[in-house]
């Protein structure tokens, strides 16, 4: 998809679709909207009105979120459509309702053929955030999972996007927002990608393959640790993990290094877990949905998208990006409930269900990050179906350490990047259900409840004292019902945050 800002008089746009949105209000028809009301013969304000008074007055749109009207040869407009969306009540209004606008009428207008389209921002919307947000929106929706469809119907997609509604001086910090849009939701879209794949298709072999061309091609340092080099590490806890399945593991290490890095700066670490297939091993899990379990690796998806976009955007801080990868799998060299593991820390884990195996793999990742030198760390996994429980598909789970600074600086970030998010307690009495009664640690609590803190705890006895922050998106990473911004599939959940997160230093 093209896309390119224009500061042309909206009546002379030439264009199969104009889009902009209205507001829910006792009189939607102000400040462009009567610009283009008086472009099709009405006068302001007045009570003759043009087209689109007369269409608000007989309640033909009324500016409810998401609600479409479309018009087909609107007089005055060079335009061959003009389609309005509701944008809800303008003190709501923000950048997350108009990324999901953009979102929205993109996927509007692919559906019915149109391959063209203007998005023009409202009065007091020329910003380089806007431009963000409609980019972002736009290209995520853009992204369809129909990869390995063979009867894919090739005339329904979209050529181009016009940005409308900037004058000159806007135009300059329009073109910022497009083109920083541009890289974040690409690089989301990179790793929806990566989600989609189904394990045949992506191993953690390819997986650390395709990590290296991203890396390559962005001009990021990569390391690739093969199954040699893991056990050389000690890395027992991941080992544990992959002796089940024929394939071997890898951790894939992509780095980005500041040309101007401040003295005293610090490096963030992002570790994501990716279990490129997860069935539960020996603590198997039920066949009714289990196909979903491909998703297991989006955790780490996302990091190296993260990455991908960081390459391009050249944040101030050195970022580690450490993605373990491996199968859960229920082969006959698979460990067993009752196996106890050492881990790379040293502490050792009895494995009292071998489905809790993101923890264990993080846990190995999270100490090398350490030795790596992460001061700050972030991790992001699909680790717990309590969290579906507990937050639905709606917030991702946010666990912190004691440094309450750190979360709170990923929450702003959250905020910022239109991503809903909300902490989860972490209070020391959870610490109990971790302690192992014959090894330092066990890998699921006894029966207590809390699973998502209980798995969060685990996690953060390898983390210790580093600023830590863990991010559960199992209810989150995927979407099993098409949205009008968003195909079914993956989300790509969790990467605009931490891209913001990143470049706020
Ligand atoms: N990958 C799953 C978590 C998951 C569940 C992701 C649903 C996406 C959707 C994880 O490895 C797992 O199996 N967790 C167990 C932990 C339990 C054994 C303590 C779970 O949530 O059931
Ligand atoms: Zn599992
Ligand atoms: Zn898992």
Request: with cysteine; hydrophobic share 40%; aromatic share 6%.
């Amino acid at each position: 998809m093209q896309i390119n800002l224009v500061t042309q008089l909206l009546a002379a746009l030439d264009t199969e679709a104009l889009v902009t949105y209205v507001f829910e209000d006792t009189d939607p028809v102000q400040g462009r909207l009567a610009e283009i009301d008086q472009a099709a013969g009405g006068t302001s304000g007045g009570p003759s009105g043009g087209l689109l008074r007369k269409l608000a007055q007989a309640g033909e749109f009324s500016g409810k979120t998401l609600e479409f009207t479309l018009l087909h040869a609107p007089p005055g407009l060079k335009a061959a459509r003009l389609l309005l969306v509701g944008a809800g009540k303008r003190d709501q209004f923000n950048s997350a309702t108009l990324r999901k606008i953009a979102g929205a009428a993109l996927r509007y207008l692919k559906s019915r053929g149109v391959h063209k389209f203007a998005f023009l921002v409202r009065e007091n919307d020329a910003t380089d955030e806007s431009a963000q947000a409609i980019v972002e929106g736009a290209v995520t929706a853009d992204f369809e999972t129909d990869k390995y469809k063979t009867d894919k119907k090739n005339d329904k997609f979209i050529e181009s996007l016009t940005l409308a509604g900037y004058s000159d001086a806007e135009k300059s910090a329009g073109e910022k927002g497009l083109a920083k849009g541009r890289i974040i939701a690409e690089s989301q879209n990179f790793a929806r990608d990566l989600v989609n794949e189904p394990s045949n298709k992506l191993t953690p072999r390819i997986l650390a393959e395709k990590a290296e061309a991203m890396a390559r091609e962005s001009g990021l340092a990569v390391d690739i640790l093969d199954d040699r080099k893991i056990t050389e590490l000690k890395m027992g806890a991941l080992l544990s993990v992959a002796q089940g399945s024929i394939e071997p593991p890898r951790v894939i290490v992509v780095t980005y290094t500041p040309s101007n890095a401040k003295p005293g700066s610090p490096v963030i670490g992002l570790v994501g877990k990716a279990v490129t297939f997860d069935t539960g091993g020996i603590s198997i899990k039920p066949a009714d949905g289990m196909e979903k379990m491909k998703y297991d690796m989006a955790g780490g998806a996302t990091m190296l998208g993260v990455m991908r976009a960081l390459a391009a955007l050249k944040p101030n801080v050195k970022v580690i990006c450490v993605v373990p990868a491996t199968e859960n799998m229920p082969g006959g060299r698979a460990q067993k409930p009752g196996d106890i593991q050492t881990s790379m820390s040293g502490k050792t884990i009895e494995v009292l269900n071998t489905d809790a195996e993101g923890r264990l793999i993080l846990a190995d990742a999270i100490t090398y990050a350490k030795q790596l030198g992460v001061t700050h760390i972030v991790d992001s996994a699909t680790l717990t179906g309590a969290i579906v429980v507990a937050l639905a598909n709606i917030n991702v789970g946010v666990f912190g350490s004691a440094d309450q600074g750190w979360t709170d600086k990923l929450l702003t970030s959250a905020k910022a990047a239109g991503e809903k998010m909300w902490q989860m307690p972490m209070d020391d009495e959870y610490r109990e259900f971790v302690k192992g009664s014959f090894a330092d640690l066990q890998n699921i609590g006894s029966g207590k409840g809390g699973g998502s803190i209980t798995g969060a705890w685990f996690i953060r006895e390898f983390a210790g004292d580093t600023p830590w922050v863990h991010l559960d998106i199992a209810g989150t990473a995927w979407n099993d019902d098409p949205k009008p911004w968003l195909a079914k599939g993956p989300t790509g959940v969790s990467l605009r945050t931490l891209v913001h997160l990143v470049m706020s230093y």
